[in-house]
Structure formats: C-alpha cells, structure tokens
C-alpha cells in the first residue's frame, strides 16, 4: 500500500477540486490509501456534496487546525504552524506513516518543510524541485527550477544524477541525455557556475552528458534532463507557462477573425485539442522534491482534479520504482 498525506487546504480550488482529485486517484489504484488533511468540517462538507455516498478504509481524514497562507514567511509559517496541513503532513512522512506528500500551497512553505521536517537524503547537498516540462519529443525534467538559487558546481552534478535515475526509473527511457543550460554550445561560453560545473559533469560516469543547451532548443526536446540553478529554473519554467498559455490565446482569437477562418477551426479542433493535451500540466503531475528521505510534491496552486489525481499516481510510481533507494546508492557511491 502506498501512502499519500494529502494537503486538503492548499491551493486556489482547495478543498473541492483537491478532493475531486483524491477520489479519483482511489478509483484508478486500489493500493492508494490518501490522508486528507485539513478542516474536518469543510472536507466532510465537500465529500457529502461529491461523493455522499463515499466510503473508503483506504481514505482518513487528519484535522488541522491551521493554514498556511501564500504570502506568510516560509520559515516562520512552518515553526509555528505546528498543526497546519503542511506540517502535519510532512510530519507524517518523517514518521514513516506517509511514503509520500503533495501539496498545491505555499511553495515556500513545502520547499523549507521538506527540508527541515522530512530531511535529505545522507550524502546529497540539496534538494531540487524537478517539474516535467513538455517538449516536441515528450519531456523532460527540469532541476532545479526553484528551490536553489545559489547552487554550487558539485551540487549541479548531483542534480543531474538524480534526474536521470527520475527519468530512467519513472519516465522509462534508458540513459537518459543530460544538458547544462547556458548562453551558447560552446563549452568556454557561460557564467562561473556554468563553467566549473561543465567539466564535472562532462567526467561523471554516471550519467549521459551531452553539453550545453540553449533554451531556445528546450522546447524541442534536446535532452532529456535540464540541469541548472534555481533562479535560471524558475525564469524558463515561468516563461515556458507563459508563452503557451498566449500562443493557445492568440490561436483561438485568429481562429476566430472570420467567417471561413471560423469554418477552418471546425475542422482543425479534434486535432489542435489532441496537441494542446501535450502541454497540458495536468497530464505530468507534480514537481517532486528529489533527494529527500520521504517524497514531497508540489502542485500548480491552480490545480485541478486532474493534476491532483495524476500527482497521487506520481507518487505511486515513485514509490514502486524505489526512486530514494536508487538516488542513495548513486550519491554515496
């Protein structure tokens, strides 16, 4: 049985399309059991409006009395929000309750409560958040996009391992390519991280490193694993999001400029929707935390029942495919 502690409270459509989500997730695997945590009440509310005649031994609701709001200090948040969602939840994965926690809340708060409640792995330096981004070939993994900022080379080759085990053991592609993000494909080119980790990971045997990569060329799949510092991460990551949520606007508004261009969309719809769904986030689940002890996830504050559901299934996998077993082996090698 794999364990979820699911954070009922946090996101912008919490709790209704969180609990959506967890239902669904229940249907589609019967060896989930999910830990819903949050408002008692409020959850019950929202299950008897749902599913009223839902009953499960495989779902169990965990009262938090608090809630750890967006704009609250991450730090502060989690020393003192002792019974909120997030806490309680990364509690239950330290505790060994839990395999795993997802949460669509504070991105602050569940970057410094993985860190300092669940704990790292021994031998890695830092966790990165690692999202899967979609691509002309499928996708890729991007670490870190927003846990780091100030990584160092050593930690950059770090993250590349264990992105390619996530790749590997989850995604299954075998030996999976690994680039440096940088500002040309020459190896002198780049800032002075970029240039003392290129080497490093050039002469890591454990991974398949194939140089520099421009952002230009991730959109078209040129490896499989992104490596770079959280502030470069998060601007790609971002700036990915935004671009493809205006290009499907602008479509859809030329789509719409005429009466023949209105006819055209008819017949070209079934198509551009079944090429949009490969952009969809919903479809990748979460960005996991990888290196700690436990597994935590974090979701779009957006999200969805979909993206919920799809996250718990993550998990699953994660578990299944003993992704920390293998990420401890292949650090303290």
Do not use: W
Request: charged share 25%; hydrophobic share 45%; net charge neutral.
């Amino acid at each position: 049985m794999v364990n979820v502690a699911l954070d009922a409270m946090g996101g912008d459509n919490a709790p209704l399309e969180v609990i959506k989500g967890a239902l669904d997730a229940l249907k589609l695997n019967d060896s989930i059991k999910i830990y819903l945590l949050g408002d008692e009440e409020k959850i019950k509310e929202c299950m008897d409006n749902v599913a009223p005649i839902f009953s499960s031994d495989r779902l169990e609701i965990v009262h938090c009395s608090e809630v750890i709001e967006m704009a609250e200090p991450p730090v502060n948040a989690i020393r003192r929000k002792k019974d909120s969602s997030i806490v309680r939840g990364m509690n239950l994965v330290k505790e060994g309750v839990c395999d795993a926690f997802v949460s669509a809340g504070s991105t602050g708060a569940v970057l410094v409560g993985g860190q300092i409640l669940v704990g790292r792995i021994k031998g890695v330096d830092r966790a990165p958040l690692a999202p899967l981004i979609p691509t002309e070939k499928g996708v890729s993994i991007l670490v870190d996009c927003g846990a780091n900022v100030d990584a160092k080379p050593n930690q950059l080759v770090q993250f590349a391992k264990m992105g390619s085990i996530y790749m590997e053991h989850v995604m299954g592609i075998k030996n999976p390519s690994v680039g440096i993000v940088n500002i040309g494909a020459e190896e002198e080119k780049g800032n002075m991280l970029v240039k003392e980790t290129f080497p490093l990971l050039k002469n890591c045997p454990d991974i398949n490193f194939i140089g520099s990569v421009e952002a230009r060329d991730i959109p078209k799949g040129v490896c499989d694993v992104i490596v770079c510092e959280a502030f470069v991460g998060n601007v790609i990551l971002k700036l990915y999001e935004g671009v493809g949520s205006t290009l499907l606007k602008v479509i859809k508004g030329g789509l719409m400029t005429s009466i023949r261009s209105k006819l055209g969309a008819l017949l070209v719809k079934p198509a551009l929707k079944e090429t949009m769904k490969k952009f969809d986030a919903s479809e990748y689940g979460g960005a996991p935390l990888l290196g700690l002890n436990g597994l935590v996830v974090k979701t779009h504050g957006s999200s969805k029942a979909k993206e919920v559901t799809t996250t718990i299934l993550q998990c699953a996998t994660f578990k299944e495919a003993d992704i920390n077993g293998k990420i401890s082996a292949k650090i303290n090698i």
